[in-house]
T-cell receptor, first 112, second 112 residues
Framework: QKEVEQDPGPLSVPEGAIVSLNCTYS??????FMWYRQYSRKGPELLMY????GNKEDGRFTAQVDKSSKYISLFIRDSQPSDSATYLC????????????FGTGTKLQVIP | AAGVIQSPRHLIKEKRETATLKCYPI?????VYWYQQGPGQDPQFLIS???????DKGSIPDRFSAQQFSDYHSELNMSSLELGDSALYFC???????????FGEGSRLTVL
């Protein structure tokens, strides 16, 4: 069993919809949680970075972390066709030079 | 803002040949990570360096080696290449105070 589980999708939504992306994990040592967006044949791009439990909002993106349930979410409001990409959750135990473990990624398609 | 620079962007090699990938981290970032991403796969952690010393090791084959130099750039050397080594190789950098990884555009290696 992988340390980080993520539904691979694909997830297809109409433009303007609210998108919910989720990951579960098994390692209780994880404290740093990240969401990356990856366009085809490009490097992952950091979207959100949170430490420990709680919510963080940045524009149309909201990240939630529930450490008690070992569950993290990314919400995208007013989704746009340009949001079509693969979204990878990632987490690490101590940040810094500690290795980061990725989920398998969810492929999102926003239909105009 | 300066980003992580990887070279070459594309590389074609034959089986049993050797390849070298280079990574230049974001200025003042002293931690470098190497990831391998196969087609449709999540990035798999290979190895990381902090202040020119290996800090963590993941699923890096014995045929691969890497190092970080005094100017903090890093090189990944791959020998006796196999068809299965064909992948996108990402380099990422971070500062030890944060946990955020910033990825380069990747180097696409094709082994024929």
């Amino acid at each position: 069993q992988k340390e980080v589980e993520q539904d691979p999708g694909p997830l297809s939504v109409p433009e303007g919809a609210i998108v919910s992306l989720n990951c579960t994990y098994s390692n209780s040592a994880f404290q740093y949680f990240m969401w990356y967006r990856q366009y085809s044949r490009k490097g992952p791009e950091l979207l959100m970075y949170t430490y420990s439990s709680g919510n963080k909002e940045d524009g149309r993106f909201t990240a939630q972390v529930d450490k008690s349930s070992k569950y993290i979410s990314l919400f995208i409001r007013d989704s746009q066709p340009s949001d079509s990409a693969t979204y990878l959750c990632a987490m690490s135990a101590s940040g810094g030079y500690q290795k980061v473990t990725f989920g398998t990624g969810t492929k999102l398609q926003v239909i105009p | 803002a300066a980003g992580v620079i990887q070279s070459p962007r594309h590389l074609i090699k034959e089986k049993r040949e050797t390849a070298t990938l280079k990574c230049y981290p974001i200025p003042r970032h002293d931690t470098v990570y190497w990831y391998q991403q196969g087609p449709g796969q999540d990035p798999q952690f290979l190895i990381s360096f902090y202040e020119k010393m290996q800090s963590d090791k993941g699923s890096i084959p014995d045929r691969f080696s890497a190092q970080q130099f005094s100017d903090y750039h890093s090189e990944l050397n791959m020998s006796s290449l196999e068809l299965g080594d064909s992948a996108l190789y990402f380099c990422a950098s971070s500062s030890p105070r944060g946990g955020e990884l910033f990825f380069g555009e990747g180097s696409r290696l094709t082994v024929l």
